[in-house]
């Protein structure tokens, strides 16, 4: 079985600061990608932030210079530093793990879910 655990985040004022983190465990030999997705009422799904197994990385221009992705392939771990937070950056957040089933195709793993509040 695969897990992917997700912990951190909360609420904030405008311009704080929160960190999210994710690990994955179980049957896992490599990982693909790993990323960062958030969902706000009445809205879809939308990328965050990922990073490759090299270590590129991909930032929605919403959050560029102000989200920091990483990942720690040693721990199969991934997190995001998220500064100069606004109110339009409340959303569930999820983590997203990417794992090869064959040279050519994946499975995606998410996390269950963490809300981040930004509000006055």
């Known amino acids: 079985q695969v897990r992917v655990v997700q912990s951190g985040g909360g609420s904030v004022q405008p311009g704080g600061s929160l960190r999210l983190s994710c690990a994955a465990s179980?049957?896992?030999?490599?990982?693909?990608?790993m990323g960062w997705y958030r969902q706000a009422p009445g809205n879809q799904r939308e990328l965050v932030a990922r990073?490759?197994?090299?270590?590129?990385?991909e930032y929605a221009d919403s959050v560029q210079g102000r989200f920091t992705i990483s990942r720690d392939n040693a721990w199969n771990t991934v997190s995001l530093q998220m500064h100069s937070l606004k109110p339009e950056d409340t959303a569930v957040y999820y983590c997203?793990?990417?794992?090869?089933?064959?040279?050519?195709?994946?499975?995606?793993?998410w996390g269950q879910g963490t809300q981040v509040s930004v509000s006055s």
């Open positions: 997203r793990v990417d794992v090869p089933t064959s040279q050519f195709r994946e499975f995606v793993y």
């Open positions: 179980g049957s896992i030999g490599l990982i693909n990608d």
């Open positions: 990073v490759t197994s090299s270590f590129v990385t």
